[in-house]
């Protein structure tokens, strides 16, 4: 008989009971280091006081009042986001796919406002993930999520990651925008090189086209930045973002510049949930901390500390791991061996870890992993490969 919760994941047989910083605990006792952070998503780590007053607190005032409603929270976070990035304007909703749903509709609406109805098509890239509505799906483009799903709804096209001339070429009439991840989480950790995100800004503009930045996975402080296209010194017209705005709170946001903005006027787009005030009131929580001084270059920081040991082990073990890839803490392993077999070994030595595409690894832990975290993950990655040597190396290499 069918489980009653639907089997749509390969779920490990592990179940946490509580957590504290980046530690999860079962409830028969055994600890597990989260360099997973449900994803990328808890960016506070585990019951955070801060983030996890904030929330009891507004539990208690009021949790949801509908967007029929003034939302002070929802006012003060947007305030606070458009005061620290390039956007002027903020609409909030509940996961990544719905914040991606929502950059597309912007960037449609705004070409139909400025006189180009024609111009609907977005470019995407391969190995993208942009989220699992039937619209993202077309977006992400993997055939091994739309398959069985019937008909791919229509206006997404993709082109090769990296690759200026084959985005220029894919550029057409009907073309509203692009949309990119400044570095690629499930389909590998690939960071987009500077450059190209530089070259992506220079063509939008002189297409007339809009730069849309999928921040779902790589934003909210997980490169060491707020944000990761500040590396690249460019600004897009929008971006969307989930994952760890509200520190594993649901929620999702897309920022756009007024531009485009001014273009979804009352009643062109909307949700029911988006933006309560107990959503907002976690995610005010957590910008609260990543924006106190100091916060993001202890990030990066720690990100560096943490690369140069993955780096010194990718080296140490070439016939487990090609290389050391991405930018920040979204870093992870590109694996020779299964990288399920690299998962199942680092679970092994206690250290939870994402599985990705191009057989990756993410090792992407809370924002707040101390250093002695860092060491001890290291300490537990090497003995994770340890354990996927060939058995005759594996004597060796002891
Ligand atoms: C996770 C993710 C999404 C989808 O977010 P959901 O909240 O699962 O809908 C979209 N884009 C990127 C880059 C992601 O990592």
């Given at each position: 008989m069918i489980a009653a919760l639907m089997p749509t994941y390969n779920r490990a047989d592990l179940a946490f009971e509580r957590g504290e910083g980046c530690w999860l605990y079962t409830a028969d006792g055994r600890r597990f280091l989260d360099f997973g952070a449900g994803i990328a998503t808890s960016s506070l780590g585990h019951g955070h006081k801060h983030l996890t007053d904030a929330i009891a607190e507004q539990a208690h005032k009021v949790m949801h009042v509908s967007n029929l409603y003034r939302v002070p929270q929802a006012e003060t976070l947007a305030a606070s986001l458009v005061e620290n990035t390039f956007a002027d304007s903020v609409f909030f909703c509940n996961s990544g796919a719905e914040a991606n749903e929502g950059m597309t509709k912007i960037m449609r609406k705004a070409q139909h406002g400025n006189?180009?109805?024609?111009?609907y098509r977005i470019i995407c890239f391969e190995g993208a993930f942009h989220g699992r509505t039937l619209a993202m799906l077309a977006a992400t483009g993997n055939a091994k999520y739309l398959n069985g799903f019937g008909p791919e709804v229509d206006g997404f096209d993709h082109v090769p990651f990296n690759n200026l001339n084959a985005l220029r070429d894919a550029i057409g009439p009907q073309t509203a925008g692009i949309i990119i991840e400044p570095v690629q989480g499930e389909g590998g950790v690939r960071p987009a090189q500077l450059q190209f995100l530089r070259d992506l800004r220079a063509t939008c503009d002189e297409f007339g086209i809009y730069l849309g930045l999928d921040?779902?996975?790589?934003?909210?402080?997980?490169?060491?930045?707020?944000?990761?296209h500040e590396w690249a010194g460019i600004a897009p017209d929008v971006m969307s973002i989930a994952k760890g705005i509200a520190g594993g709170f649901p929620m999702g946001a897309f920022l756009a510049t007024e531009a485009l903005a001014k273009?979804?006027?009352?009643?062109?787009h909307g949700t029911t949930?988006?933006?309560?005030p107990l959503a907002c009131a976690a995610a005010n929580a957590v910008l609260d901390v990543m924006l106190e001084d100091g916060f993001l270059p202890e990030v990066d920081r720690k990100a560096r500390r943490f690369w140069h040991g993955l780096v010194a082990i990718a080296a140490e073990f070439p016939t487990v791991f090609e290389e050391a890839r991405g930018a920040g803490f979204l870093v992870g392993l590109k694996c020779v061996v299964p990288n399920t077999e690299v998962q199942n070994a680092f679970a092994a030595e206690g250290l939870l870890s994402v599985g990705a595409g191009e057989n990756a690894i993410r090792l992407i832990?809370?924002?707040?992993?101390?250093d002695s975290d860092i060491d001890e993950a290291l300490a537990m990655i090497r003995r994770g490969a340890l354990r996927c040597l060939p058995s005759d190396l594996s004597v060796a290499a002891k």
């Open positions: 006189g180009h109805p024609e111009r921040e779902v996975q790589c934003g909210m402080g997980r490169t060491g930045k707020l944000f990761a273009h979804l006027y009352a009643g062109t949930f988006g933006g309560n832990p809370p924002l707040v992993v101390t």
